[in-house]
C-alpha cells in the first residue's frame, strides 16, 4: 500500500522527505496515546488525517513541530533530526507553520502586527520588509484591508485567514492544520477551504486534521485514517473512500458521510 | 391557495436606541424616589449626608482661618491652616538644608514633567522619556538629592523627610518592586525546579511577614549582622525592605493575569519560531499586565500609604513630620488640621493612581477576547 502511494507522489514534487516519522510512541502518563506511528511525508504532498476525537491525530501533528513532546521513535523535518534541544526545535518551528483549531491570533495585536511578530524577532527582517510580505499573504487571503484592525474585529473564517497568512508569512516548508474549520460557523468554512485548496494547488506540503471530507477528496494525495493511538488506514482518496479496507473505517465514513 | 409559510416583501430599517434619560428630575425620579421605601431611605441619607458634610465644610472651609504666620491668626471657630502653610516648607522638604531645596525642586519638576509626558498618550518619543525616567531620572535625582559631587553639599538621608521622603520611597518602590514581582511571577511558574523553589520561598517568605516587621529587620536587626565599619544606609535597607516585601505581592497579582493567558496563545508564538523570552515578552506579558492593572494600581496604592510606616524607624515622612509639628509648643492642639491635611495628601495621590489606572484600561482595550 505505501508503495503504491509513493509511486503516486512522486508526480507532484521531488523525493526528498520532508517528514520523517519513525516508530512513533507517546504516552500520556500511562496512557498510550500514539502507538508505533509510522509515515513518510515527500515535499509536495498533501495528507489529510481523519479518525474520531482522541484517536491522536491532533497529538501526532504536534509532536511535528513538538507541542508535544514523544518518548520513543524519531521525527526528521526536512532532514533535520528532532530532539530536546531548544534550538534545534525552534530551527525546526522555522520551517513549519502551524494552524489552530482556536486559530490562537495575539488579541493584542492588529493583524498586520500578528503577521510581522516572528518575521521582525525570528527571521530578524526589518520592520517595512516584513510588513510587505505581510501585505503580500493577506492579499493572497483576500483580507488585507482588515490589516489595521484587531483580531476581535474579525469573524472566526477572517480570524482563520489571518492566522493562515501569519504562518505563511515565515515561508514554511510544511502546513500542519489542526482542524481549521472546526471552530468555524457553517457559513465561513468554504472561505477558509478555498484558501487551504489555494495553497494546495501551489504545492505546498501539507498535513491536516479534518472532517472535511470534500477537500480530502479535492485535494489530498493521501488519507490517514487513526483510531485509538493508531494508523489504521492509508490510501489514496479515491481509494479510502470507494473501497476502505478496515471495518473500523467503514463504520467511521459511514458515521461521518451518512448524515 | 393558502401557505402556512410566511415572508418579509422589505426589510425594516435599523432605529435609534429609546432615550432613557429624561432630565435631572427624570434621573431623580427613577434613581432615588422610585417607590416609597427608596424615597425613605433617599431622604434619610440625604439628611445624614447634610448633617455630616454641612459642619465639616464650616469648620474647613467657611469658619477656617487662611491668612498669617503664627498662632495669632487662628482666631475662628473652624480649621486653622495658618499651621499647615507655617509649616509647610518643612512638610515638603523636612530637615533638607534651606539653601539645598532648589535641587529637591528640580527632581520634583523633572518627576512632574516626565510622568506627564508618559501620561499622555500624544507626546511622542515615549520609548526613550520612559528609558530616562528609569535610569536617567535616579541617576540625576541621586547625585542632586544626596550631593557630595560637583561641588554640591553633601546631605545625609536622616536630613530628608516631608512629602519628598514620601515620594522617593513611594516612586523608587513602586519602579522596583513591578520588575522584580514580573520576573518573581514568571519563576514560580517555570519548569527548572530549582528557579521555581527559590521564587516560591521568597515570595512566601516576605508575604508572611508584615512591613512593619520588615522595617524593624531592617533598620535595627540587619546591622548586628554586618561588619561595624560597613555602614550602609538606613533609608536605602527600608527602601530595599519595601522593595522586596511588595515585590511579593505583586508576583501574585501578575501571576494572576499570566494563568488566565491561555495555552493558545503559546503555542502559537512557539509554532511561529518565537524563543521563551520572545513569547513572555511580546505575547504573554503585554496580555497578562493588562488584564491585571487593576491589581497592580492597587498595590501601588497600598505601597504609597503604607510608605507612612517607615516613621517607626525614625524617618520623617510626609506624616511623621506632620506629626513632629503637633509636638511643637508653638503649635499645640493642632492635630486635627495636620491629620486632615495628610489625609488629603494621600488622597489626592492614590485617588490619580486610580483614575489614570481606569483611564490606562479603556485606552489599552482592543474590544475582544481572543
Given at each position: 500500500m505505501s508503495e503504491a502511494t509513493a509511486s503516486q507522489t512522486t508526480?507532484?514534487?521531488?523525493?526528498?522527505?520532508?517528514?520523517?516519522?519513525?516508530?512513533?510512541?507517546?504516552?500520556?502518563?500511562?496512557?498510550?496515546?500514539?502507538?508505533?506511528?509510522?509515515?513518510?511525508?515527500?515535499?509536495?504532498?498533501?495528507?489529510?488525517?481523519?479518525?474520531?476525537?482522541?484517536?491522536?491525530?491532533?497529538?501526532?501533528?504536534?509532536?511535528?513541530?513538538?507541542?508535544?513532546?514523544?518518548?520513543?521513535?524519531?521525527?526528521?523535518?526536512?532532514?533535520?533530526?528532532?530532539?530536546?534541544?531548544?534550538?534545534?526545535?525552534?530551527?525546526?518551528?522555522?520551517?513549519?507553520?502551524?494552524?489552530?483549531?482556536?486559530?490562537?491570533?495575539?488579541?493584542?495585536?492588529?493583524?498586520?502586527?500578528?503577521?510581522?511578530?516572528?518575521?521582525?524577532?525570528?527571521?530578524?527582517k526589518p520592520r517595512a520588509e516584513a510588513e510587505k510580505t505581510a501585505m503580500e499573504y493577506l492579499e493572497r487571503v483576500q483580507i488585507a484591508n482588515q490589516a489595521l484592525k484587531y483580531p476581535g474585529q474579525l469573524s472566526g473564517g477572517q480570524q482563520q485567514r489571518v492566522a493562515i497568512a501569519r504562518a505563511?508569512?515565515?515561508?514554511?516548508?510544511?502546513?500542519?492544520?489542526?482542524?481549521?474549520?472546526?471552530?468555524?460557523?457553517p457559513e465561513m468554512i468554504k472561505e477558509v477551504l478555498d484558501v487551504m485548496i489555494e495553497l494546495a494547488h501551489e504545492g505546498m506540503t501539507m498535513l491536516c486534521v479534518t472532517h472535511e471530507m470534500g477537500f480530502a477528496k479535492t485535494v489530498a494525495d493521501r488519507v490517514i485514517f487513526m483510531d485509538q493511538g493508531q494508523i489504521i488506514e492509508e490510501a489514496p482518496p479515491h481509494e479510502f473512500f470507494n473501497n476502505p479496507r478496515s471495518e473500523r473505517t467503514q463504520l467511521f465514513l459511514s458515521q461521518i458521510l451518512g448524515h | 391557495m393558502t401557505t402556512d409559510s410566511t415572508f418579509r416583501t422589505e426589510m425594516i430599517e435599523a432605529r435609534e436606541a429609546p432615550d432613557q434619560r429624561r432630565g435631572v428630575i427624570g434621573w431623580f425620579r427613577a434613581n432615588l424616589f422610585n417607590g416609597p421605601i427608596n424615597s425613605i431611605v433617599s431622604i434619610v441619607v440625604i439628611y445624614l449626608l447634610a448633617r455630616l458634610v454641612w459642619p465639616f465644610l464650616e469648620w474647613a472651609v467657611i469658619d477656617a482661618d487662611w491668612i498669617g504666620t503664627t498662632r495669632d491668626a487662628c482666631t475662628g471657630d473652624g480649621a486653622c491652616w495658618v499651621f499647615?502653610?507655617?509649616?509647610?516648607?518643612?512638610?515638603?522638604?523636612?530637615?533638607?538644608?534651606?539653601?539645598?531645596?532648589?535641587?529637591?525642586?528640580?527632581?520634583?519638576?523633572?518627576?512632574?514633567?516626565?510622568?506627564?509626558?508618559?501620561?499622555?498618550?500624544?507626546?511622542?518619543?515615549?520609548?526613550?522619556?520612559?528609558?530616562?525616567?528609569?535610569?536617567?531620572l535616579p541617576i540625576i535625582a541621586y547625585f542632586l538629592l544626596v550631593g557630595g559631587s560637583f561641588g554640591l553639599e553633601y546631605v545625609p538621608t536622616r536630613a530628608w523627610g516631608g512629602l519628598m521622603l514620601t515620594?522617593?520611597?513611594?516612586?523608587?518602590?513602586?519602579?522596583?518592586?513591578?520588575?522584580?514581582?514580573?520576573?518573581?511571577?514568571?519563576?514560580?511558574?517555570?519548569?527548572?525546579?530549582?528557579?521555581?523553589?527559590?521564587?516560591?520561598?521568597?515570595?512566601?517568605?516576605?508575604?508572611?511577614?508584615?512591613?512593619?516587621?520588615?522595617?524593624?529587620?531592617?533598620?535595627?536587626?540587619?546591622?548586628?549582622?554586618?561588619?561595624?565599619?560597613?555602614?550602609?544606609?538606613?533609608?536605602?535597607?527600608?527602601?530595599?525592605?519595601?522593595?522586596?516585601?511588595?515585590?511579593?505581592?505583586?508576583?501574585e497579582v501578575i501571576r494572576s493575569g499570566l494563568q488566565a493567558i491561555g495555552k493558545g496563545q503559546t503555542e502559537a508564538g512557539q509554532a511561529l519560531g518565537l524563543n521563551y523570552w520572545q513569547?513572555?515578552?511580546l505575547i504573554v506579558l503585554p496580555q497578562a499586565l493588562k488584564l491585571v492593572i487593576p491589581g497592580i494600581v492597587n498595590t501601588f496604592i497600598a505601597l504609597f500609604k503604607d510608605t507612612s510606616l517607615v516613621l517607626i524607624i525614625g524617618l520623617f515622612d510626609l506624616l511623621a513630620i506632620i506629626r513632629a509639628g503637633l509636638t511643637d509648643s508653638n503649635w499645640l492642639g493642632f492635630s486635627t488640621e495636620g491629620y486632615v491635611f495628610a489625609a488629603a495628601v494621600y488622597w489626592v495621590f492614590c485617588f490619580s493612581m486610580s483614575r489614570y489606572s481606569q483611564y490606562i484600561e479603556r485606552r489599552l482595550n482592543t474590544g475582544h477576547k481572543r
Open positions: 508526480a507532484s514534487g521531488s523525493d526528498r522527505p520532508m517528514i520523517e516519522i519513525d516508530h512513533l510512541n507517546k504516552w500520556y502518563g500511562s496512557f498510550h496515546v500514539l502507538r508505533d506511528i509510522n509515515l513518510t511525508v515527500t515535499k509536495g504532498e498533501r495528507i489529510v488525517i481523519c479518525g474520531p476525537s482522541g484517536s491522536g491525530k491532533s497529538t501526532m501533528i504536534r509532536c511535528i513541530n513538538h507541542l508535544e513532546e514523544h518518548q520513543q521513535g524519531s521525527i526528521v523535518v526536512n532532514g533535520v533530526p528532532m530532539t530536546n534541544d531548544v534550538k534545534r526545535i525552534e530551527q525546526i518551528r522555522r520551517n513549519v507553520g502551524m494552524v489552530f483549531q482556536h486559530f490562537n491570533l495575539f488579541p493584542h495585536l492588529t493583524v498586520l502586527e500578528n503577521c510581522c511578530l516572528s518575521q521582525i524577532w525570528v527571521q530578524k505563511l508569512c515565515m515561508r514554511p516548508e510544511v502546513m500542519l492544520f489542526d482542524e481549521p474549520t472546526s471552530a468555524l460557523d | 499647615i502653610s507655617a509649616r509647610f516648607e518643612s512638610i515638603i522638604y523636612g530637615f533638607y538644608p534651606d539653601a539645598a531645596r532648589w535641587r529637591v525642586d528640580i527632581v520634583f519638576a523633572l518627576l512632574a514633567i516626565l510622568v506627564a509626558w508618559l501620561a499622555v498618550p500624544k507626546l511622542p518619543y515615549k520609548k526613550w522619556v520612559a528609558l530616562f525616567a528609569l535610569v536617567g515620594l522617593t520611597i513611594a516612586v523608587l518602590g513602586i519602579v522596583g518592586s513591578l520588575p522584580l514581582g514580573i520576573i518573581l511571577a514568571l519563576g514560580r511558574r517555570s519548569k527548572m525546579p530549582f528557579v521555581k523553589g527559590i521564587c516560591v520561598i521568597f515570595i512566601e517568605f516576605w508575604r508572611g511577614v508584615p512591613l512593619i516587621t520588615v522595617l524593624f529587620m531592617a533598620s535595627v536587626m540587619l546591622p548586628l549582622f554586618v561588619p561595624g565599619d560597613f555602614d550602609f544606609d538606613k533609608l536605602l535597607r527600608a527602601l530595599i525592605g519595601i522593595m522586596f516585601f511588595w515585590s511579593a505581592y505583586m508576583a513569547r513572555t515578552g
